[in-house]
């Protein structure tokens, strides 16, 4: 098993800064692609980014290309999602997922899933 705690969520104006964190425990971390996911009201999850075991790959929705970045440090179990520019589309409640996987984009993919965070962006 594999706990996983986001942080970070907020309110934030269009153009502003939050960055989301991930702590996992339990079984190894380092093993695991970690993927953040969101989903709004009426919609369903989508994967926003997932990052390989050792960060060589890494992927990103469209929707957040050049303004989200996902990095991890093994060492402590984390996983981070730095959002800049953000938008009111970018509202939603965003989760951290692990897989066993090499890599994974898909939400069906993942195994464990953290309870989200809300990011609300306002216009």
């Known amino acids: 098993q594999v706990q996983l705690v986001e942080s970070g969520g907020g309110l934030v104006q269009a153009g502003g800064s939050l960055r989301l964190s991930c702590v996992a425990s339990g079984r190894t971390f380092i093993g695991h692609v970690m993927g953040w996911f969101r989903q709004a009201p009426g919609k369903e999850r989508e994967v926003v980014s997932a990052i390989s075991w050792n960060g060589g790959s890494i992927y990103y929705v469209d929707a957040v290309k050049g303004r989200f970045t996902i990095f991890r440090d093994n060492a402590k179990s984390t996983v981070y999602l730095q959002m800049n520019s953000l938008k009111p589309e970018d509202t939603a409640t965003y989760y951290c997922?692990?897989?066993?996987?090499?890599?994974?984009?898909?939400?069906?993919?993942?195994?464990?899933w953290g309870h989200g965070t809300q990011v609300t962006v306002s216009s």
């Open positions: 997922a692990a897989s066993g996987l090499v890599m994974a984009v898909g939400a069906d993919e993942y195994e464990y």
